[in-house]
Each structure stands twice: as structure tokens, then as C-alpha cells.
């Protein structure tokens, strides 16, 4: 049951379990995290915090994509 809305009705994939999601990060850490480095050095990296509401997560990605 959602905590906010209080809605029961949800589907969830087959992926979607604690083995999927620590084999992501495993992958994550392997082989996205060593190269950011690389790129933040060249001020290639923007960050945008995903757990804002959604309204200001996508005014900070159209921002980036425009030259902001």
C-alpha cells in the first residue's frame, strides 16, 4: 500500500526484487562508477537530484539540455 495515496494496486515486474537490484549496483560500481571521474575532470557531469518533485527534477534536466 502506497504510504501517500494509500493505493493498493500495484504490479510489480519480475526483476523487480533485492537480488536485481544488488546485482545493478554491483554493475554500477564496476563499470559506471570508476569512469565519472574521467568526465567530471572535463565538467561533462551534471547532476540532478531524482528524488525532487518531478516538476523541478524535469526544469533541471530541460536546463541542462538547453545550455543551463
Known amino acids: 500500500m502506497c504510504d ?7 504490479k510489480r515486474r519480475p ?6 537490484v544488488r546485482q545493478r549496483l554491483g554493475e554500477y560500481r564496476a ?3 570508476p569512469i565519472l571521474p574521467y568526465y567530471e575532470a572535463r565538467d561533462l557531469v551534471r547532476r540532478v537530484d531524482g528524488m525532487a ?16
Open 53 to 68: 518533485p518531478i516538476d523541478e527534477v524535469n526544469n533541471k534536466i530541460e536546463a541542462i539540455l538547453h545550455g543551463g
Open 4 to 10: 501517500v495515496c494509500g493505493n493498493d494496486r500495484f
Open 31 to 33: 563499470k559506471t562508477a
Open 15 to 20: 526483476d523487480d526484487n533485492a537480488e536485481t
